[in-house]
């Protein structure tokens, strides 16, 4: 199990305690709007990356490490302020 498949099924059963509602049990709007988000968000995050497959092929697969150095840079850059501050 992971854990999309986990948060497609509680949007599910919050879906379906809004159309069947039992008595004493309502599911928060809050719960329901934040998991409906991510699985939006994962859905464009998909789309995205398959869009870059087809245009960019086995490339595709270097946009992730660069990313994660060019976020690695910009945290190791901001470091030294946060250990300055500290002492």
């Known amino acids: 199990s992971t854990l999309m498949t986990g948060t497609t099924t509680q949007v599910m059963l919050d879906i379906a305690d809004r159309i069947y509602p039992r008595q004493g049990t309502d599911a928060p709007p809050a719960r329901l709007m934040q998991m409906v988000t991510n699985v939006i968000v994962f859905a464009i995050g998909c789309g995205?990356?398959?869009?870059?497959?087809?245009?960019?092929?086995?490339?595709?697969?270097?946009?992730?490490?660069?990313?994660?150095?060019?976020?690695?840079?910009?945290?190791?850059?901001?470091?030294?302020?946060?250990?300055?501050?500290?002492?």
């Open 48 to 87: 995205v990356a398959a869009l870059l497959y087809t245009r960019l092929n086995v490339w595709c697969f270097v946009v992730p490490p660069v990313v994660a150095a060019v976020a690695l840079i910009l945290r190791v850059a901001d470091s030294p302020k946060t250990v300055a501050s500290s002492k």
